[in-house]
T-cell receptor, first 112, second 114 residues
Framework: AQRVTQPEKLLSVFKGAPVELKCNYSYSGSPELFWYVQYSRQRLQLLLRHISRESIKGFTADLNKGETSFHLKKPFAQEEDSAMYYCALSRSLTGGGNKLTFGTGTQLKVEL | KAGVTQTPRYLIKTRGQQVTLSCSPISGHRSVSWYQQTPGQGLQFLFEYFSETQRNKGNFPGRFSGRQFSNSRSEMNVSTLELGDSALYLC?????????????FGSGTRLTVV
């Protein structure tokens, strides 16, 4: 079975400090990993896909298959980064179709 | 272009009643998934549809059902409502059936069962 673990419910950092939101997964196959973000009173939105190897809003995430991790990082936190962040794993299922498994989320609070 | 639209935004129902939630995906998106979000359980997968076919179902009782129409719009139905069904129900659509593409979520329908 697949599982996504986000060990921190709340992460509080000061503006300008580095941010690292942890995500570990367990999955026997080749994972497709994502970070989703939910700003206050807004809908859940896709932030990053591991396959894209892109940087969005200064955030990056590297898939480490050896450590089964997909941590989200940003060198300098901004106040507008305060939000709930979810790590998610997608896998193709037998017979077709996909399923996203979410972690429990980490609330990032950037303080001035 | 318009995003994923869910209606209604809020619903209050009584135990034992049934409810139907609606989702209109982004134009051109053929894959629609439903998720339940609660403070205790987080985001849990309900089911996924592609081209009017339910391809996968999460670990929910048979009271939860859904369907997808030829225009990709989807509905979710919950019968014999229980207090524990109170949650935010999210719909998400994707352009492809590929697992690496990612989903676009709607704002959700907040269901309260009293």
């Amino acid at each position: 079975a697949q599982r996504v673990t986000q060990p921190e419910k709340l992460l509080s950092v000061f503006k300008g400090a580095p941010v690292e939101l942890k995500c570990n997964y367990s999955y026997s196959g080749s994972p497709e990993l994502f970070w989703y973000v939910q700003y206050s009173r807004q809908r859940l939105q896709l932030l990053l896909r591991h396959i894209s190897r892109e940087s969005i809003k200064g955030f990056t995430a590297d898939l480490n298959k050896g450590e089964t991790s997909f941590h989200l990082k940003k060198p300098f936190a901004q106040e507008e980064d305060s939000a709930m962040y979810y790590c998610a794993l997608s896998r193709s299922l037998t017979g077709g179709g996909n399923k996203l498994t979410f972690g429990t989320g980490t609330q990032l609070k950037v303080e001035l | 272009k318009a995003g994923v639209t869910q209606t209604p935004r809020y619903l209050i129902k009584t135990r034992g009643q049934q409810v139907t939630l609606s989702c209109s995906p982004i134009s051109g998106h053929r894959s629609v998934s439903w998720y339940q979000q609660t403070p205790g359980q987080g985001l849990q997968f309900l089911f996924e549809y592609f081209s009017e076919t339910q391809r996968n179902k999460g670990n929910f009782p048979g009271r939860f059902s859904g369907r997808q129409f030829s225009n990709s719009r989807s509905e979710m139905n919950v019968s014999t409502l229980e207090l524990g069904d109170s949650a935010l129900y999210l719909c998400a659509s994707s352009l492809t059936e590929l697992s690496n593409y990612g989903y676009t979520f709607g704002s959700g329908t907040r269901l309260t069962v009293v």
